[in-house]
């Protein structure tokens, strides 16, 4: 069992940038795998980005490459998502999920709104 708090969302203009930080709790040698999804309004919920703890490979959903960064910090349980260049589209509800042992953990979310 994996618990997961976000934080870091909020509101900014286009072009802006935001940091989102997620800290895993519990068992958190069992993670290989933490990442970022988003809903945005009326839409499901999609990839954002992943990185796998171990060898720190990253995947990103093709709407954000070159724009988002997905890192992780393993002594801190800690994995972020660096947004540059936000446009209004990327505005969503962004959850950090983790794949361990025990299957897949979500955190409560937190909301990004990006103003045209």
């Known amino acids: 069992q994996v618990q997961l708090v976000e934080s870091g969302g909020g509101l900014v203009q286009t072009g802006g940038s935001l940091r989102l930080s997620c800290v895993a709790s519990?068992?958190?040698?069992?993670?290989?795998?933490m990442g970022w999804y988003r809903q945005g309004p009326g839409k499901q919920r999609d990839l954002v980005a992943t990185i796998r703890t171990s060898m720190g490979r990253t995947n990103y959903a093709d709407s954000v490459k070159g724009r988002f960064t997905i890192s992780r910090d393993n002594a801190k349980s800690t994995v972020y998502l660096q947004m540059n260049s936000l446009k209004p589209e990327d505005t969503g509800v962004y959850y950090c999920?983790?794949?361990?042992?025990?299957?897949?953990?979500w955190g409560q979310g937190t909301q990004v709104t990006v103003s045209s």
């Open positions: 999920n983790v794949q361990s042992l025990y299957g897949s953990s």
């Open positions: 519990g068992s958190i040698a069992s993670i290989n795998v």
